[in-house]
């Protein structure tokens, strides 16, 4: 093959593209580490991990899709949905226990101290955020004490947005959710659809 002098630079970094995925891995490395950028990988090997899209603007609201219901019409009826937080869709369980899945509708979220808490943890990785109170036309009541946390313990949640996913997935869903308070200043909106 013959190379022109003026793309011999080019060529080295270049020539074996089609070689092997390991080569080719390893010529973008080499070629992030000369121009100082970072090459990130697409590979997603867990299905519960998160898809990754364009983080939202500063003040957009963040919305919770439910795409589904079980034991629909039932006191205890939970909702199965995602949620993107950060670019990141992830999927959740609300409801199954108790009062069922929480309301479709508008909620302000912070954080919250206590991260630990029973049936709130993954493979040692909890957190909560909590949502404002809100009435729910399902119970003619208002509904309080409603979070974002993992789905732990038995699926489902009492009403709260439950994280589906391993350990990876909630460190991951609970750094993009910090990502999203701080770039809000500390509280966003999330709309449940």
């Known amino acids: 093959m013959s190379v022109s002098s003026s793309s011999h630079t080019n060529h080295t970094s270049t020539q074996h593209s089609h070689s092997s995925t390991t080569r080719s891995a390893t010529t973008k490395s080499k070629t992030s580490k000369a121009t100082g950028h970072s090459a990130k990988s697409s590979f997603q090997p867990h299905a519960a991990r998160a898809t990754k899209h364009a983080p939202k603007a500063k003040g957009a609201t963040v919305v919770a899709h439910i795409t589904s219901y079980a034991k629909k019409g039932q006191r205890s009826q939970m909702a199965l949905g995602t949620i993107t937080v950060n670019g990141r869709t992830y999927h959740f369980k609300s409801g199954g226990h108790a009062r069922g899945n929480l309301p479709k ?63 990876a997935t909630q460190r991951q869903f609970q750094a993009d959710m910090n990502a999203e308070l701080a770039r809000d200043g500390g509280h966003f909106t999330l709309s449940v659809e």
């Open 105 to 167: 509708g508008s909620y302000t979220v912070t954080a919250m101290k206590n991260k630990n808490q029973k049936g709130m943890v993954v493979d040692g990785v909890g957190y909560k955020y909590g949502l404002t109170d809100t009435f729910d036309p399902r119970l003619n009541a208002t509904r309080t004490s409603l979070r974002i946390h993992p789905d732990g313990g038995s699926p489902g949640t009492s009403g709260c947005i439950g994280i589906s996913g391993d350990g």
